[in-house]
């Protein structure tokens, strides 16, 4: 791959949500789905993990804000395999939106689906790691590499480290998902309830993190699409940058990781060649110690067993040198 002059790629904006229990997440995540699929002429297509969208699909004329139904494609389920396969028949041109709510389910569905043993405590081995997290990390490129907008809704889960005392204590908040999912959208905005000076609790959003450094570390009361307008604007309105297929990539690596150890075996293989011929070509001990100066530097390279073969190979060559020079047979 050669360096090019670097260009923005992001046409799709993908975000990640997180927070308690009625924190707003799910109809924050609506108000923004519907805007942007309204300003490209798209659907939503929501997964729906706990049927939390229910009320909102409905209108309700008592609700204060948004009293209508909104309009919007689901499946229900949390099977991570049912999720990637309606992904990956997505029509873009169709459904340029997708929700995930809640992420939380998803990770643990897919740990829950581990049928190898576990360990005594009932806890997952390391050797489990692997097959769980393949087929979320397909999951996760689908959602940021897809051609359509993705909203990541995930529960709020706490960080814990120990103190000086070797105390345990809660020392921050996270999204309740895969360790790194939090990290990889373009936004992360933690939903927690405002109490305002009358008393009465209003949805707000803190933006943990917003790449294009708009509305990083920012509170807002009651977000809304609106709110991410700034942010939408530098958006491109070409096709979304991809990082593509996690296994077609790890097998791309895997191919060139094959073909650099059969390198190093041929160089290694030469190298061994070379040496051992000028050690059994030697005549005296001043040929025999030039032989033996090829190796320098390179027994890393050859490694333990041919670096030994030589050492045997020497050791015998220069017995039978000595033995001809003071005419021992």
């Known amino acids: 791959m050669a360096f090019k002059k670097a260009a923005p790629q992001q046409a799709r904006f993908k975000a990640g949500f997180y927070g308690k229990q009625g924190s707003g997440k799910t109809f924050t995540a609506l108000l923004v789905a519907e805007g942007l699929a309204k300003r490209d002429g798209r659907r939503v297509a929501y997964v729906d993990t706990e049927h939390g969208t229910d009320f909102y699909a409905q209108d309700i004329r008592e609700r204060g804000v948004h009293p209508n139904g909104f309009d919007f494609d689901a499946i229900y389920t949390r099977s991570i395999y049912d999720v990637i396969e309606s992904i990956e028949q997505l029509d873009s041109a169709v459904h340029g939106v997708v929700v995930l709510d809640s992420i939380t389910h998803i990770w643990e569905a897919a ?24 087929p979320y990390k397909r999951l996760m490129a689908l959602l940021l590499d897809g051609n359509f907008h993705a909203i990541i809704c995930g529960r709020e889960g706490v960080v814990m480290e120990e103190d000086d005392d070797g105390q345990t204590k809660v020392v921050g908040s996270k999204m309740k998902a895969e360790g790194e999912t ?68 790890a097998a791309h690596d895997a191919e060139r ?73």
């Open 111 to 134: 740990q829950a689906a581990y049928s190898g043993k576990r360990m005594a405590n009932g806890g997952l081995p390391i050797q489990a790691w692997g097959p769980i997290k393949k």
């Open 182 to 249: 939090a990290y990889e959208p373009h936004l992360l905005i933690r939903m927690k309830p405002q109490y305002m000076p009358d008393g009465s609790q209003k949805i707000s959003a803190f933006f943990e993190k917003d790449r294009s450094g708009i509305l990083t570390n920012k509170t807002v009361v009651e977000p809304n699409y609106e709110t991410f307008a700034p942010m939408l604007s530098y958006l491109g309105s070409g096709t979304q940058a991809s990082m593509g297929d996690p296994d077609a990539i």
């Open 257 to 329: 990781a094959t073909a650099e150890e059969d390198k190093k075996r041929r160089e290694s293989t030469a190298v061994f060649s070379q040496i051992k011929s000028a050690i059994l070509a030697a005549k005296d001990a001043d040929e025999l110690r030039a032989a033996w100066l090829l190796l320098k530097g390179k027994k890393t390279m050859l490694g333990e067993e041919y670096s030994t073969q030589l050492e045997q190979l020497k050791d015998t060559k220069k017995t039978e040198i000595v033995a001809s020079a003071t005419g021992e047979v």
